[in-house]
């Protein structure tokens, strides 16, 4: 692979499920960032890692977890999904916070 | 609090020049982005400003004035595939991206 990658691409999901939505980069990066994208309104940031075994809460972490065991892997977990976290989701990552992001593909999730 | 200010749509026509305006508010400054992101795809880095002054890359220029908090996106020589949204970004005291809604420009032929 090259770059960054998200998965699954997107998913419709019942409202008080588990969901985790992976991100995988191999650029090496020691920031990584979890955004949500809804229509209207700017990225948000929703967590953050600057470096491996860190992580950090944005503008938006409440029903969202984070994990960063290594550089390469920030999976995002919904514990019990709720409507209001239907979105698109995007992964980035950056070689430090002084750096551009570089975004995956996007999760693009539904909640019913 | 934050707030990055970007029109919502502009339209301009092939083989024009389109200027699109970013006023930000923000707790500190360390940097300006521009992103493009087509419709259904992931953001893609255009340009950094961290000084005043106007950064040229091809046919896309950005432009800061940090006393103004005022930034512009110069798009040149306009193609169709230009159609995208523009994303506004500053990083703050934190190191964090403050984003706008963003621009969707609208190419006619």
């Known amino acids: 692979i090259a770059g960054i990658t998200q998965a699954p691409t997107s998913q419709i999901l019942a409202a008080g499920r588990r969901m985790t939505l992976r991100c995988t980069q191999d650029m090496r990066h020691n920031a990584m960032y979890w955004y949500r994208q809804d229509l209207g309104l700017g990225l948000r940031l929703i967590h953050y890692?600057?470096?491996?075994?860190?992580?950090g809460k944005g503008e938006v972490p409440d029903g969202y977890s984070v994990s960063r065991a290594n550089t390469d892997d920030f999976p995002l977990t919904l514990a019990s999904a709720v409507p209001s976290q239907t979105s698109v989701y995007f992964c980035?990552?950056?070689?430090?916070?002084?750096?551009?992001?570089?975004f995956g593909p996007g999760t693009r999730l539904t909640v019913l | 609090g934050q707030n990055i200010d970007q029109p919502t749509e502009m339209t301009a026509t092939e083989g024009a020049i389109v200027q699109i305006n970013c006023t930000y508010q923000t707790s500190g400054f360390n940097g300006l982005f521009w992103y493009q992101q087509h419709a259904g795809e992931a953001p893609t880095f255009l340009s950094y400003n961290v000084l005043d002054g106007l950064e040229e890359k091809g046919r896309f220029s950005s432009f800061l004035s940090r006393s103004k908090g005022y930034s512009y996106l110069l798009l040149k020589e306009l193609q169709m595939k230009d159609s995208a949204s523009y994303l506004c970004a500053v990083r703050d005291s934190n190191y964090q991206l403050i984003w706008g809604a963003g621009t969707k420009l609208i190419i006619k032929p």
């Open positions: 890692s600057n470096t491996a075994g860190t992580t």
């Open positions: 980035a990552s950056s070689e430090s916070s002084n750096h551009e992001q570089f």
